[in-house]
C-alpha cells in the first residue's frame, strides 16, 4: 500500500501479504498482519501519537516495547469495550482496529491544552501542594473539578465490561519469566531431563531481543533459525506449558507469581466463549528471572519531540517490522551498543547524518566499524536542544568546555533523534520479590544481589552483556533451577558470531552551559518531570529520593519510571555529589505494567459473585411469590405478598395469622451443631452462661454464649437429645464462627474434655409452625405421637415420624405463640413442608417470611443478637440476666461480668419505647436524648435497635438501648430527627402477651 | 500467598487457614482468682515484637486443627509450626530467608 | 487460543453422585479401631487418606486427625450404622448422620483437574494428588472436600446449599474448553 511509506523494501517479521485496515483517531490507514499499533502508525508516517500529562507537549514514540510512555492510546471495540491507557507499542494489530489519542482536546495536533506548555513556569514541581492551599474551600468547588477534568488519563468505558475474564492456579517445577535468550535457554536445559516448566513472555511471539538481531549466528546457524528450532523443541515436550502475550506481573512470597494472559486482545473478533484475559497465580518450585533490560533515554533540552526516540526502538521497529523511523537520523550515543542502529539504519537505505557521542572514547570497534561505514562520529558532545513542534527537525549539539563555556556549537536538520543512554536491567520482578538489589560500579546499574525468594537471574537483566553469555547464563540458570526443583537438567554450550556493542552507559543527565539544568529536558516523560522541577525539589530541601519521586512525581505513573528512575537517581547523586547507590533507590511494586480489573473479578461476577445459599424449600417459596432477603449467604423469604399488596400489607396480614392462626416459616438457616461425647454437658456448661447439668433428656433450653470479655457472642435453642449428645442452634450467621470458638476452646484449652463436635446446620430443615392452632395442624401428621401440652410441653422436644419422614420434633417459639420446629433431614425438607402446607390450609395457614418473623419476636421482647447487641453488650444489659447461672464456678465471660466497668451504673439496658404518636415508626440506630432541645453537641442516652409497626397492637413499637434504662421505665424520652425530635415512653421490652400465657396453651 | 505447613497436613496453601492471634496464653484455672489488672492484661495485652512470634493458627478449611507456628515479623516468613501442646521450639535470630519451606 | 489448550482434546463431565449414607466418626484412636473393625478396614490414618472395603461401596475419608467420614450406599447404610454403633458402644465417639448434610458432584475427563484448578489453590498432579486422596480446601469461596477417584476423576462433596455455586463456576469454567 502506497500509504507505508516508511516501510522497508523487504525484511522483518510482519505479513507482507496481508494488509490490515485500522483508524487512529478517525483516520484510515493501512498496515500489515504482525505490525503493532505503533509500527503502523510510524510505516505511515505518523510520529505524533500522544500529548504529554501535565504540559500537553506533542509526543512521539520514545520506545517500541512495554516501557513505552508517551503513545497511551485508547481502543475501542464498543462503548462497553473501550481500554483505555494502552501502549501503542504493545497493541497488535487487528483488522478494524480502532485506536484514539488521548489527553488533547479538541484534537492531537491542535491541543488547546498546550497552553500549559506556555505557562510551564506556573507549573513548576509541587506545584499542586503549593497553588491549591487557599482558600480552603476552593479546592473543592474550583480547583479539583476543573484540575480532574484537564489531569488524568484516559477516558472509561461507560457501560458494564460485556466479556469474561478467567482465572487459574497452577504449579511447576521451574517458572520462566521472560522468553529471550535467556529464558529460551534456561527453559531448554531445565525441561531437557523431566522438570516442568512454564515459560511466559509479554509478547505474541518469544524470542525477546533475537528478534532484533537479524545478523546474529548462534550454534553456527541464524539466530531466527536457531529460534524457531528451540520453540519447536520446547513445544514438543509435554512438560513445558508456553504462554505467550503473558505479563508477569507479581512476585509474591514463596515463589507465588502472578501472570496476566491476554487471550483475546489481538483478535479482529474476540472467539466466543474464550476468556479476554486469565490471571495466572503460578506457584513454582524455582524461578528463573529472565525479563531483559531497557534502554535509558538520554535527558536533554527537548528530548521528548516527536521522532526522538531510544535506538533499541529504531531497531526493533526495523528490524521486526521493517519500518524506517527516519530518513535522516542523528544518533546520540551514550553506549557502544547503540552504533547497531545506525548501522543497520544506514543498511537499509537511511542516511545518518552524524553519531554524536557523548563520551570522549567510544568503544573502538563500533567507532571503528562507523568510520569504516562512511559515518560521521563527534565525540564528547553534548546536546543543546532540538528543533520542531509536531516533529523532530533539527538538533544542536556542542562541546562544553571545562568552564562550562560552548564550542563548537552546530545544528544539524534531521528528522529523528535516536539516542541510548545504556541499559538497565529490569530487575522489577526480583526487586518485588525482596530480593537484594546490588550496585554494579563498573556498569553503574543495580542488579540482582542476594535473593530471598527461590530464583536466579539470568541474561540482561542482571547486566550481562553479549549474545552468547546471555544464552550460557540462561543454560546454566534453567540448569540449576531443575536441579533445585529436584529434577536434572543440561546445560548447554553455545557460540555465536556477532558484531555487538557493551550496553554500558551513565544515568543523569547531559551537562549544559553554566551546569543549569534545563527546564524541557524530560527525565519521566509519562509525569512530565524535567530535570529542572528534580533541582527546583532539591534545593526545596527535598533530601531522600523517596521524598523527591513524591514531591515530583518522578516515577509515579504507570510506566512506573521503567525509562527515569534511574536517571533520576543518576542527577540526584550527581547533585548531591555522591555516589549514585547513596541516593538510594525506589521500591519497585507489582503491577509490572498495568493490569484490568477484570482479571482480579475474574468468575466472581453476577449470579456467580458470591455463594448463594438456597433453603430446602426455596423452590416452593420461589413457586408461591416470596421476596427474598440475603442473610449471610442465604436467600431467605422476606414476605410472602399476595396481589396488591405492598411490604407492610403482607407483613401485617401474615403477623395477624400467626396471632390468631397458624404460620408457617422456614428456620432452616439456624446454625446447628451436634455436641456429642461424654463430656458434652460439662463442655457446654463451661462455655455457655446457663446450667446444662440441670437440663433433662427431651428438654430444651434457651442459651447465651458470650465471649471472654463478657459480651453476648451469640444465642440459640439447646436441645438434649441424649446423655451425652445436645443439639445446638445458633444464630443463623453465628454457626461457623460459634462451631469455630468451640473447637478452639476444645483442642486448645480443654483437651482433655472426650466430646466431639459435628455441624448440622445443612442436615435439617427446620419447619416452623408457629401459632395458636398449630397443634391442630401436626397432629395429623406425626403418626399418632403425643403432641399434648402435657406430653410435649413447652421448651421440650421428641424424636418422631411426620409421615413416613424421620423428625426431630421441638416444642420451642420465637413468635410467643403455641409453636414447633420440625427438623426433617433436608434431603425430605420441601417434602415435608408440603405436608404441612396441604394439612394447615383447613386452619387458613399462612406462610411468612423474617420481616413477619421479626415482628413477631418484637413484640414479645426477644432479642436478635447483632441488632439488640453489638459486641458491647452483657446478657445483663440485654436484659438476659436470668439465664446467667451465678452459681456456676466458671464459664467463659463470667470473670468479665464481675469486671467493674460491666457492673457500672450508666450501662446501656434493653428497654421498650412507645411513641406518644402511635402510627410514627422509629427510624432503627436513632440516637435518642432525654432532653429534647439542646445545643449540639447533644447529650444522647442510647439508641434505637429495632422498630416496627405491630399490627395486633394497632400501633408501632420499638426496642432500644438506653443508658440505666430500666430506671427509665414510663418516662419520655426523645429521638431527635430531621423534622424534629419524637417523644416516646420507656417501657418493658415486652408488648405482647406480657405473661407468656399462650406459650403455654 | 504463603505455603503454610500444618503439623497434620504438610505444607498447604495459605488460603485454607486463619491467624487466631497470639499463641501460649492459657486460660487461668480459675478466673475467678484473678485480680481486674491481671484478668484485662489476659483478655486484651497482647505482644507486638519487631521478629520471632509466637502464633496461634487453624487449618480452617483443611484439618481443622489449630497449631502454633514460629513466624518472623520482619520477613513475614514462617519459621517452624508445631502442634498445640508443644512447648515453643528454641529459634534464635531471625528466619532464614524464606522461611519454611 | 492459549498454547495451554493445544495438547489434548478438552473434554470434562459433572455428574450427581446418587445419594448415599455418610456419617462423621470423631473420636480417640481407640474409637477408630473399633470402627475400622466394624467397618470392615482399617481406617485411615494418614492425611489425606482413603481406606474402602474391597467389593463394597464402603469408603472411609480422613479428613482430621479425629476426624473420618464413612461412607457407602443406601442399601447399605442401616447395616454399617448398627455395625458402628454396636462397635463403637465400649468407646467415646461421636458419630453423627450427615447424610442430608452434604451432597457430591463426580467431575471426570481430561480436564478435570484443569477445571478444578481454576479456583481451587492445590496442586492436582497425580504426583501431589495421587488417586483416593482426599482432603477439605477451597474452591473459589466455598469450602469442599475433594476426593480424587481416578486419574482423570473426582467427587467434590459440599454443603448441600452450595451446590448450585459450585456447579455454576464449573460451568462458568467450561465455557472456555467447549469453545477450544
Known sequence: MSQNTCRTAAGGRIDRSRLVNFTFDGKAFTGHVGDTLASALLANGVHLVGRSFKYHRPRGLLAAGVEEPNALVAVVRDTARRTPNLRATQVELYEGLVAESQNRWPSLQFDVGAVNDLLSPLFPAGFYYKTFMWPRKAWHQVFEPVVREAAGLGKPPTEPDPDTYAQRFAHCDVLVVGAGPAGIAAALAASAKGASVLLCDEQPEFGGSLLDEPNAQVNDHPAAEWLKASLATLRGRANVTLLSRTTCFGYFAHNMLSLNERLTEHQATPMTGVPRERLWQVRAKEVVLATGAIERPLVFPGNDRPGVMLASAARTFLNRYGVKVGSRVVLVAGCDAAYLAAFELRAAGVKIERIADIRPAPGEAVHAAALSAGIAVSTGVTVLGTFGWLRVTGITLAHLADDGSVQDRETLDCDAVLMSGGYTPTVHLFSQSRGKLRFDEAQQVFVPGNSVERERSAGACCGTDGLRATLEEGSQAGTSAAEAAGKAGSAEGYHVQLLEGSMVGTPGVLPQPGNIPPSKAFVDFQNDVTSKDLALAMREGFESVEHIKRYTTNGMATDQGKTSNMNSLGFVSAEKGVALPKAGLTTFRMPYTPITFGIFAGYDRGDLFDPVRPTPTHAWAVANGAVFEDVGLWKRSRYFPRAGENMHAAVDRECLAVRNSVGLFDASTLGKIEVVGPDAATFLNRLYVNNFNTLAEGKCRYGILTREDGFVYDDGVIARLAEDRFHVTTTTGGAPRVLHMMEDYLQTEWPDLQVWLTSTTEQWSVIAVQGPKAREVIAPLVNGLDVSNAALPHMSMVRGMLGDIPMLLMRVSFTGELGYEINVPAGHGQRAWEMVWAAGLAYGMTPYGTETMHVLRAEKGYVIVGQETDGTVTPDDAGLGWAVAKSKPDFVGKRSLARPALVAKGRKQLVGLLTAEPKTVLEEGAQIAAVPEQPVPMKLIGHVTSSYHSAVLGRSIALALVADGRALMGQTVYIPMPGGAIAAQVVAPVFYDTEGAKLHV | MLVIHCPYCGPRPELEFRHCGQAHIARPLDPSAQTADEWGEYLYLRENPKGMHAERWRHMHGCGRFFNALRDTTTDFFVTTYKCGEPRPAVSGTAPAGGQR | ?180
Not at chain 3, 21 to 30: E, I, K, Q
Not at chain 3, 63 to 75: A, F, K, N, R, V
Not at chain 3, 114 to 122: E, I, K, R, V
Request: charged share 15%; with cysteine.
Open chain 3, 1 to 180: 487460543m492459549s498454547e495451554w489448550f493445544a495438547k489434548s482434546a478438552a473434554q470434562a463431565a459433572l455428574t450427581d453422585v446418587p445419594e448415599g449414607r455418610r456419617w462423621v466418626l470423631r473420636g480417640g484412636d481407640a474409637a477408630l479401631a473399633a470402627a475400622g473393625a466394624a467397618f470392615g478396614a482399617s481406617l485411615p490414618a494418614q492425611a489425606g487418606g482413603v481406606a474402602r472395603v474391597a467389593g463394597t461401596p464402603r469408603a472411609a475419608l480422613w479428613l482430621g486427625p479425629d476426624e473420618i467420614w464413612l461412607g457407602t450406599s443406601m442399601d447399605d447404610g442401616a447395616a454399617l450404622e448398627a455395625a458402628l454403633q454396636t462397635g463403637l458402644a465400649a468407646h467415646a465417639h461421636s458419630l453423627v448422620d450427615i447424610s442430608h448434610r452434604n451432597v457430591a458432584l463426580e467431575l471426570s475427563g481430561t480436564h478435570a483437574a484443569w477445571l478444578l484448578n481454576s479456583l481451587c489453590p492445590l496442586e492436582l498432579t497425580l504426583e501431589a494428588f495421587p488417586v483416593d486422596t482426599v482432603t477439605r480446601t477451597l474452591f473459589s469461596k466455598a469450602e469442599i472436600v475433594l476426593w480424587r477417584t481416578g486419574e482423570h476423576s473426582f467427587q467434590i462433596v459440599l454443603g448441600r446449599s452450595f451446590r448450585g455455586y459450585v456447579s455454576g463456576l464449573l460451568a462458568e469454567v467450561s465455557r472456555e474448553l467447549a469453545a477450544a
